[in-house]
């Protein structure tokens, strides 16, 4: 697995990052409760050796698994992993409180079996959130205190991805694909003069870069995706994906897989976090990662006339 510099920081991570959300939670619909253990056992096997987690996702079973099967390879791996929000009593709760921070970091650090953990992530905070001088100074003391080797934003929003440059963050976590280039777009010049390191999540842009969805898709009560987007949105959206297909040829061989080539191939992405479900998913989104180019010159050429075309900034 080809590694790139996380930024400024002196961390080197995998291109390719397993994410657990959808292992260790049914926000993509049901899962069988040992599927996080094989997935992630068969990451290691590929050569995957950066994982993303959270303490929210499965009430910190995605730590817990990930930090046993890094622990019994005793394999050199990079955990990210995120602080300010918990389930309590089954109810999604933001708390960014310094004191509720180093918590949540100390309770990671257990669950992951470790003294460091080598990034940890603000969990989607407001951008007014960021601006409370107490906000970064708690997690620079947590590096200072050795508990993190660098701290970050995880953020869906310019707003926030820009405050916590502002800030002081060392590392951004935000959505780049296909389907959705902003914010890394618009603010590629900011990250590279902060010298921030980018984990890019959300690369599939939840499964439709997969390529397999037809207009008539029905998802799981249990899955986020039933309320994101209407049959009217979904139709649209699939459209849009089947004028993106003529990325797939030669060694390109599926959708999914030219979506992971896409991230790849932006210099300033340290590492394309992918959530798969399965380890037939993982094998094929690892194929990506074989170096440049990712994408061949001619395909990114037309890509930016069939991205304007289908309407995507």
């Given at each position: 697995?080809?590694?790139?510099?996380?930024?400024?920081?002196?961390?080197?991570?995998c291109e390719?990052?397993?994410?657990?959300?959808?292992?260790?939670?049914?926000?993509?619909?049901?899962?069988?409760?040992?599927?996080?253990?094989?997935?992630v056992?068969?990451?290691?096997?590929?050569?995957?050796g950066?994982?993303?987690?959270?303490?929210?996702?499965?009430?910190g079973?995605?730590?817990?698994?990930?930090?046993?099967?890094?622990?019994?390879?005793?394999?050199?791996?990079?955990?990210?992993t995120r602080?300010?929000?918990?389930?309590?009593?089954?109810?999604?709760?933001?708390r960014?409180?310094p004191?509720?921070?180093?918590?949540?970091?100390?309770?990671?650090?257990?669950?992951?079996?470790?003294?460091?953990?080598?990034?940890?992530?603000?969990?989607?905070?407001?951008?007014?959130?960021?601006?409370?001088?107490?906000?970064?100074?708690?997690?620079?003391?947590?590096?200072?205190?050795?508990?993190?080797?660098?701290?970050?934003?995880?953020?869906?929003?310019?707003?926030?991805?820009?405050?916590?440059?502002?800030?002081?963050?060392?590392?951004?976590?935000?959505?780049?694909?296909?389907?959705?280039?902003?914010?890394?777009?618009?603010?590629g010049?900011?990250?590279?003069?902060?010298?921030?390191?980018?984990?890019?999540?959300?690369?599939?842009?939840?499964?439709?870069?997969?390529g397999?969805?037809?207009?008539?898709?029905?998802?799981?009560?249990?899955?986020?995706?039933?309320?994101?987007?209407?049959?009217?949105?979904?139709?649209?959206?699939?459209?849009?994906?089947?004028?993106?297909?003529?990325?797939?040829?030669?060694?390109?061989?599926?959708?999914?897989?030219?979506?992971?080539?896409?991230?790849?191939?932006?210099?300033?992405?340290?590492?394309?976090?992918?959530?798969?479900?399965?380890?037939?998913?993982?094998?094929?989104?690892?194929?990506?990662?074989?170096?440049?180019?990712?994408?061949?010159?001619?395909?990114?050429?037309?890509?930016?006339?069939?991205?304007?075309e289908?309407?995507?900034?």
């Amino acid at each position: 697995m080809n590694r790139r510099p996380l930024g400024g920081t002196d961390l080197r991570v995998c291109e390719i990052a397993l994410g657990t959300m959808g292992l260790a939670t049914e926000m993509y619909g049901p899962v069988e409760p040992t599927r996080l253990e094989r997935v992630v056992e068969h990451a290691l096997d590929l050569g995957v050796g950066t994982f993303d987690v959270a303490p929210l996702w499965g009430g910190g079973r995605a730590e817990e698994v990930v930090g046993r099967a890094v622990a019994k390879r005793g394999e050199a791996a990079q955990i990210v992993t995120r602080a300010g929000a918990v389930l309590e009593g089954g109810r999604l709760v933001h708390r960014f409180e310094p004191d509720a921070l180093v918590a949540d970091v100390e309770a990671s650090l257990r669950r992951l079996g470790v003294a460091c953990v080598d990034v940890v992530l603000l969990h989607d905070p407001p951008a007014h959130v960021l601006g409370r001088e107490e906000v970064p100074a708690a997690m620079d003391g947590l590096v200072q205190a050795g508990k993190a080797r660098c701290w970050g934003v995880s953020t869906a929003t310019i707003l926030g991805a820009r405050t916590a440059l502002a800030v002081g963050a060392r590392v951004l976590c935000i959505p780049y694909s296909l389907l959705q280039p902003s914010p890394l777009t618009e603010i590629g010049d900011e990250v590279q003069r902060a010298g921030a390191g980018v984990l890019v999540r959300s690369p599939l842009c939840h499964g439709l870069l997969a390529g397999r969805f037809n207009e008539a898709r029905q998802f799981d009560p249990s899955d986020h995706r039933r309320d994101r987007w209407s049959q009217l949105t979904l139709g649209t959206r699939v459209r849009q994906v089947d004028r993106l297909r003529f990325l797939v040829h030669d060694r390109v061989q599926s959708m999914a897989e030219a979506a992971v080539r896409f991230v790849l191939a932006n210099a300033l992405v340290a590492c394309c976090i992918v959530g798969a479900r399965t380890s037939a998913q993982l094998t094929e989104l690892v194929r990506a990662a074989d170096g440049p180019p990712y994408l061949p010159d001619a395909d990114m050429r037309r890509l930016s006339d069939v991205l304007r075309e289908i309407g995507i900034r």
